[in-house]
């Protein structure tokens, strides 16, 4: 595995790192777009994975032979290059998790059990449904009032607005980083600053936002962040939660199992400290290993020289969409990244994405998991490209020739 590491290549086309990319559809080379839902995996991510299941598997944290104590050590130190890589305070303040929507879900479940009803919790027209499904439970169960930030013209998100739905019933403010449908970047840093003000906690949603530029949680000064590994080029089946330790000291358990305790009799129960609290059962021990491997491959690049050929891609994609006739681009925020959405007049998205497809590009159609923002932007679905440090120039033209193609067959 260091091997595959140390030979990771330093120049910035690294498609061939990602063995998937190497086949054709339909008889034509594979132009991935649809990062933004789940992206490829680069080889040492598949080799990490496969070392441990070939040679050292076994359960962590419960056994003293040696195929248990590697596994736990390999497992623990995925834990830490997490925390390195988002500058946690500690490797005690992440949490795995399955993915970014049980981490949301998670504090949704053991912060909202401090709440009554009247308490407010803030997100916003540019949500995840996974930022937005916990927090309406709490308002059915607890009945907290939910405040929606609106999004402005321009697709960026009203912090006067916000700012004015701000008050000392605010108790906790639920953002994202960046858009999973429009790629609009939001000052989180300063939502951060304004929601502390009133004494708010806040969580950030940085699933698409940690891909594509450097996160530093003790510099944002946020109380929680999530993201999920399979879109940073990790498995699926792992996710992460940060949270400043007082923080998660002072939340119940979410689940109940084996690891997560310290004493179990049928009268009284008492329990492990963070993180290990909120780890019930066995973990996604592979997985973990495998994210860890996928941090170490991007520790491995030079990621301002790939985010700024990757931003390239996308604005020469953008420049592209907005010169064809018929097509609406909704992403437009002037701080924006990585994903475009639009549609083709009189071409349903689902059409578009199958003529897409017939020429081997990979995009993603429909509502995107945030219908709230559907509705502000006036459609049911958009085709949705979002790039990765895999894609090249060809691919945005080819990208623009693909919607040329399909207004042709369906003109």
Request: aromatic content about 8%.
């Amino acid at each position: 595995m260091a091997q595959a590491l140390n030979t990771i290549a330093q120049t910035l086309d690294l498609k061939s790192d990602f063995p998937a990319l190497a086949q054709t559809v339909n008889g034509k080379p594979v132009v991935y777009l649809d990062s933004a839902a789940s992206a490829q995996k680069p080889q040492a991510v598949i080799d990490a994975m496969d070392h441990v299941m070939q040679k050292h598997y076994a359960n962590v944290h419960r056994g003293v032979y040696s195929f248990s104590a590697e596994t736990s050590a390999a497992f623990e130190a995925a834990r830490g290059k997490v925390a390195k890589f988002i500058n946690a305070g500690s490797e005690k303040e992440i949490v795995f998790t399955r993915n970014a929507t049980e981490a949301i879900n998670l504090v949704a479940s053991c912060f909202g059990q401090s709440l009554k009803e009247g308490d407010e919790i803030i997100i916003s027209e540019l949500e995840h449904h996974a930022n937005i499904v916990p927090w309406y439970f709490l308002k059915q169960q607890r009945g907290v009032e939910l405040k929606i930030v609106p999004v402005k013209a321009d697709r960026s998100l009203d912090m006067e607005a916000f700012e004015k739905l701000l008050g000392p019933k605010t108790k906790m403010v639920a953002i994202t980083q960046m858009s999973n449908v429009l790629g609009t970047i939001v000052d989180v840093a300063k939502i951060v600053e304004k929601a502390h003000a009133v004494g708010a906690k806040v969580l950030i949603d940085g699933s698409q936002a940690i891909v594509h530029f450097d996160v530093d949680v003790q510099a944002l000064g946020c109380d929680f962040y999530v993201f999920t590994g399979h879109k940073l080029y990790g498995p699926t089946g792992i996710g992460v939660l940060y949270g400043r330790y007082a923080e998660l000291d002072a939340l119940p358990p979410y689940q109940g199992g084996g690891e997560m305790i310290e004493h179990v009799a049928f009268d009284a129960i008492t329990y492990k400290e963070p993180p290990i609290r909120f780890e019930a059962g066995t973990p996604a021990i592979v997985e973990a290993i495998g994210l860890g491997a996928a941090i170490d491959y991007l520790n491995g690049i030079d990621r301002a020289a790939v985010h700024a050929r990757e931003m390239g891609i996308f604005h020469a994609a953008e420049k592209l969409l907005a010169g064809i006739d018929g097509v609406t681009v909704y992403s437009t925020a002037p701080e924006r990244a990585s994903i475009i959405s639009f549609s083709v007049d009189k071409i349903h998205p689902h059409d578009v994405a199958t003529v897409f497809d017939q020429l081997g590009i990979a995009v993603r159609t429909g509502h995107h998991c945030a219908q709230p923002l559907m509705k502000t932007l006036g459609v049911t679905g958009t085709v949705r490209a979002s790039f990765a440090l895999y894609n090249a120039m060809e691919d945005a033209e080819k990208l623009g020739k693909a919607v040329q193609t399909a207004k042709r067959l369906f003109a």
